[in-house]
């Protein structure tokens, strides 16, 4: 479909005449399809107008997502744009911010996230995803979604909280959890207040309020630890690098915003790869290959094309300072843009053959700017990218040496929306099974399910 140019003077691109509140719900509930449906009918760049009197401008075209991801972060504020983020994730969010003080966030937290930092988490991550993995159901169908789900909180746990077994934890966690598991409507409680006491609302705010004590103690016990410049949790290091220039609040708000940001996405991404992997045989045997040979290349192929395929979250954006021209369209001051995740990788343009799962698509080339976008681009590419990827190949690695998986059912499941987020609609369940000795190659050892040891041991 070729780009509409929009007549001179126009300032808005086409788009629904529904009630504001009414596209809020079809957004929450049925973004994916409704998106697919705007587009068809008001082309690559449509108008929809949303709770909190927010008029967005959803693009498709890779050339105008670059324009975007490359526009000055004074103009293209990526923080008001994730402005229904804020009630949980806090106003001094790395999401949440925008120009000074997301630069001095990021600037703070980059260390923790770079090679280094990377490499010495590898270690606990696949110590965490061995638990995990060896406590998988032998020949019996089960959604791995939960599964991936509590791996990946306990590894933001542990590596990003820098949290020890304990009362504390075992209290947090549940809490946390329930954050996240909410449904798309619930969601709106966080952007109309007067919701919040009420009902559903309401149990979901306390909630929150109570991890955030939790958060709040732990951070205290931290600020008084002996041993602080010796640990190698991101929170220990916020507080090393920082001096005391953080305060609690500051400190509160980046932990949930990496928890949030951090946890459901991986452990969606993951879902969807053993999902993938489920129906493909030839691809599963080729995964296998590459964990038993320690091959990271390819399985974090599988996360990536899982990625595109299935995406997470179904776009970013980003709130206009002044006005901005994209596509003949002189968007007024305070539109927010927002780049389609969903749309830009289903197009057949950016991606061959963009219904078929090819992990090979991300072997040896990088896809072109503004067409894989997961984590967003520009300078606010999200930070947790490497760490996302690095904890999904552990995860893939440790369940591929033991099992041989395949669907539970021949029925494909589709996404549906949970929180921001979109979910295998039945937790992607699979079947596994412990590997046979291939000829050639070792028999299962004591860290690897058999007959005789159908999970394994961790030591």
């Known amino acids: 479909m070729a780009t509409v140019e929009a007549p001179p003077g126009t300032a808005l691109p086409p788009g629904s005449n529904l009630p504001s509140l009414v596209q809020t719900i079809l957004f929450l509930a049925f973004r994916r399809q409704?998106?697919?449906?705007?587009?068809?009918r008001y082309g690559e760049l449509f108008t929809t107008r949303v709770a909190g009197d927010r008029t967005i401008v959803t693009l498709s075209r890779p050339e105008h997502i670059r324009q975007v991801f490359a526009g000055a972060p004074t103009i293209f504020h990526a923080g008001e744009g994730n402005g229904l983020l804020a009630p949980v994730m806090g106003e001094h969010s790395l999401l949440t911010t925008d120009e000074g003080e997301h630069l001095r966030a990021r600037k703070l937290l980059m260390p923790a996230f770079n090679g280094a930092a990377l490499r010495g988490y590898r270690e606990l991550m696949t110590r965490l995803a061995v638990a995990n993995v060896e406590r998988w159901p032998v020949g019996t169908p089960f959604a791995v979604h939960p599964r991936m789900n509590a791996v990946t909180l306990e590894i933001i746990l542990r590596v990003v909280f820098g949290m020890s077994e304990g009362p504390r934890l075992a209290e947090l966690r549940p809490r946390l959890r329930r954050i996240s598991d909410i449904g798309?409507?619930?969601?709106?409680?966080?952007?109309?207040?007067?919701?919040?006491?009420?009902?559903?609302?309401?149990?979901?705010?306390?909630?929150?309020?109570?991890?955030?004590?939790?958060?709040?103690?732990?951070?205290?016990?931290?600020?008084?630890?002996?041993?602080?410049?010796?640990?190698?949790?991101?929170?220990?290091r916020l507080l090393t690098a920082a001096g005391g220039e953080l305060s609690d609040v500051e400190l509160r708000d980046q932990m949930i915003t990496l928890l949030l940001a951090g946890h459901e996405t991986t452990a969606t991404a993951l879902a969807w790869s053993f999902h993938e992997l489920s129906r493909r045989p030839d691809l599963l045997r080729r995964a296998q290959q590459a964990a038993d040979d320690g091959d990271d290349n390819y399985l974090e192929a599988v996360a990536k094309e899982a990625m595109r395929r299935r995406p997470v979250i179904q776009n970013v954006a980003r709130r206009l300072t002044e006005p901005v021209e994209i596509a003949g369209y002189r968007l007024p001051e305070g539109t927010v843009v927002a780049p389609s995740i969903s749309l830009v990788h289903r197009d057949a343009n950016a991606h061959v053959a963009p219904k078929d799962f090819r992990p090979d698509r991300f072997l040896g080339r990088t896809p072109e700017s503004g067409t894989w976008i997961p984590f967003g681009g520009g300078v606010r590419r999200c930070i947790g990218a490497g760490f996302s990827l690095q904890e999904a190949t552990a995860v893939l690695k440790e369940a591929l040496t033991r099992y041989d998986i395949r669907a539970a059912s021949t029925t494909e499941e589709f996404p549906k929306p949970r929180n921001i987020t979109l979910v295998p609609s039945r937790g992607a369940r699979i079947i596994a099974t412990p590997r046979k000795a291939t000829p050639g190659k070792d028999t299962p050892g004591k860290d690897t399910p058999s007959k005789d040891n159908p999970r394994g041991s961790l030591h």
């Open 34 to 40: 409704v998106h697919a449906r705007w587009r068809r």
């Open 184 to 236: 798309p409507l619930t969601v709106l409680g966080w952007s109309y207040a007067k919701l919040r006491g009420f009902g559903i609302w309401k149990r979901n705010w306390e909630n929150l309020h109570a991890a955030d004590r939790l958060l709040y103690a732990e951070i205290a016990d931290r600020r008084t630890a002996g041993d602080l410049s010796e640990r190698g949790d991101v929170l220990s």
